[in-house]
């Protein structure tokens, strides 16, 4: 059973950074994309960020380009999505979830889902 586990949520004031972590057991991530999704009170979900099985493709939101950016490190079964610049409307609970290969920003292609993890931006 392909199991998804994120970590790195936190409290951080505006203008600052997070590493989230999106950690894979009893599968090896070298197939799957993965990607990056938040949804923050009130709101839909929203496709924050991807990146392909290989590494080679990635693709962002709009209003998180230039400010965050997906790698994955396969040896170690995880992705990770470095947060910089972060804006109180950043503030959601993040979810990273798995689909073969291909790079995707809609959650309907996905299957696989982790539990999230709370991103709070705020002073």
């Known amino acids: 059973q392909l199991q998804l586990v994120e970590s790195g949520g936190a409290l951080v004031q505006p203008g600052g950074s997070l590493i989230l972590s999106c950690a894979a057991s009893g599968f090896t991530l070298d197939v799957y994309a993965i990607g990056w999704f938040r949804r923050a009170p009130g709101k839909e979900r929203e496709g924050v960020s991807c990146i392909s099985f290989t590494g080679g493709t990635t693709n962002y939101a709009e209003s998180v380009k230039g400010r965050f950016t997906i790698s994955r490190d396969n040896a170690k079964n995880t992705v990770y999505l470095q947060m910089n610049s972060l804006k109180p409307e950043d503030t959601a609970v993040y979810y990273c979830?798995?689909?073969?290969?291909?790079?995707?920003?809609?959650?309907?292609?996905?299957?696989?889902w982790g539990q999230g993890t709370q991103v709070t931006v705020s002073s």
């Open positions: 979830a798995a689909r073969q290969y291909f790079c995707s920003l809609d959650a309907l292609d996905f299957r696989s």
